[in-house]
């Protein structure tokens, strides 16, 4: 089983980028997946989640307006289309699976990906 997340880098203020986890070793359209991220010196936050069907999206309101969420079931994919970065928004980003068909966020997650890291510069 492995979340493996990719995409991140470097980028300017205002810049895009496009982050993806791909999950193998579990039927992945099983899942709710959800990005958290965390900063130097500070505690992980959340950051989207998606799910199963992709019916449901969630985003921290830091994010809302500028991230987008989205998943490829065929390719056991998801994504974040990540505009308008903001120096605030570097981080190490890190991609969890939660098990069930449900549409509701969740308070926990089952699986954990190790992180890609995303550097915004003034």
């Known amino acids: 089983v492995q979340l493996q997340a990719s995409g991140g880098g470097s980028v300017q203020a205002g810049g895009s980028l496009r982050i993806a986890c791909s999950a193998s070793?579990?039927?992945?359209?099983?899942?709710?997946m959800g990005w958290f991220r965390q900063a130097p010196g500070k505690e992980r936050e959340f950051v989207t989640a998606?799910?199963?069907?992709?019916?449901?999206?969630y985003y921290a309101d830091s994010v809302k307006g500028r991230f987008t969420i989205s998943r490829d079931n065929a390719r056991n994919t998801v994504y974040v289309q990540m505009n308008s970065l903001k120096p605030e928004d570097t981080a190490v980003y890190f991609c969890?699976?939660?098990?069930?068909?449900?549409?509701?966020?969740?308070?926990?997650?089952?699986?954990w990906g190790q992180g890609t890291l995303v550097t915004v510069s003034s």
């Open positions: 998606i799910s199963w069907s992709g019916g449901s999206t």
């Open positions: 070793g579990i039927t992945f359209s099983m899942y709710t």
């Open positions: 969890a699976a939660k098990y069930g068909r449900r549409e509701q966020l969740p308070s926990s997650y089952d699986l």
